[in-house]
């Protein structure tokens, strides 16, 4: 073969390479495109609109983090404190519910449902071991904008050490931030006991201890039947109050049952439902007032005449 027959040969194998290649490489590209577009997934145009989507994206997340916090923030003289219920003037007509034991798959669903339905924010006092069990009902409680508190990890009632006590709340925290996004300043005793070393160290740790002004009876063990559950919150009613119910801890149909005749005979009443940390604004916000007319009163009643 002659030397310029050999140079036109490799020139049409060096095109037909190219074009080869250069067809891999646009299929390729046309694939990972369709596959991006397959998973929703929209790439920027630029480095700027890029950059422009970071900065959206991170103010959303600030934006929803900010919210749940100030949704569960309770202002800071009652850190450290025991509370049984707010203290409100007597027209001042809201009610807190609270709900204890849970989450729990079937009772906590019923009770969210229940609660949407008649535009209810109420407060969940949450097991540790319980969120690690059923933590999607745990996301749906906060997803539907309710305040979770703390209950400790095991509901444990005998008395502790600094150790176990710490392990019982601390534990309890951690999870029900990495489950809901939620950081609470707010811890119930299981029992109510007071004295076994946990409220100690919840105060300790700046938490509001929260108790009640007022049960149901549902969790005692031959709870009452529904006319009677309901029947002892309206008479307990009262402004400021807190209302202990259970939606874990055992069978709590009873509970689930009587709850939309507890809300229609409050709201009969003239109460409206809060969570534990708007009651508690509420109070600081009243006392706040008092303390600046008292404030104006006496400086009227006593001129500084310098």
Do not use: C
Not at 235 to 261: C, M, T, Y
Request: overall charge positive; cysteine-free.
């Amino acid at each position: 073969m002659s030397n310029r027959k050999l140079s036109l040969l490799l020139k049409v194998v060096t095109v037909i390479l190219a074009v080869g290649v250069s067809s891999v490489s646009i299929s390729l590209l046309v694939g990972i495109t369709r596959f991006d577009q397959l998973l929703g997934i929209q790439k920027p145009k630029s480095e700027t609109a890029k950059t422009s989507l970071d900065r959206a994206m991170s103010a959303s997340a600030q934006s929803i983090t900010a919210a749940t916090v100030q949704m569960n923030e309770v202002p800071k003289p009652f850190k450290g404190t025991i509370i049984y219920q707010a203290k409100l003037k007597a027209n001042e007509k809201v009610i807190a519910l609270t709900f204890d034991d849970g989450p729990s798959p079937k009772n906590t669903a019923q009770i969210l449902e229940i609660l949407k339905k008649n535009n209810i924010k109420a407060t969940f006092f949450m097991v540790g071991q319980m969120v690690k069990y059923f933590p999607q009902v745990a996301k749906q409680v906060a997803a539907d904008g309710h305040v979770i508190g703390n209950h400790t990890w095991h509901h444990w009632y005998f008395q502790m050490d600094g150790a176990t006590a710490s392990s019982e709340i601390d534990r309890t925290a951690d999870i029900i931030y990495k489950t809901t996004g939620e950081k609470t300043t707010l811890f119930r005793p299981p029992g109510g006991f007071l004295n076994n070393g946990l409220a100690q160290y919840a105060k300790n740790e700046k938490y509001v201890v929260m108790m009640w002004s007022e049960q149901s009876g549902d969790a005692e063990r031959r709870s009452p039947q529904v006319p009677m559950l309901v029947k002892n919150v309206l008479k307990q009613a009262k402004p400021g109050a807190i209302v202990l119910l259970h939606d874990g801890g055992g069978n709590r149909s009873k509970s689930v049952k009587a709850l939309p005749e507890m809300i229609a005979g409050l709201k009969a009443q003239g109460y409206r439902f809060v969570t534990i940390p708007q009651l508690l604004e509420m109070q600081a916000q009243e006392e706040s007032a008092v303390t600046a007319v008292s404030f104006v009163t006496k400086s009227h009643e006593h001129p500084n005449h310098q």
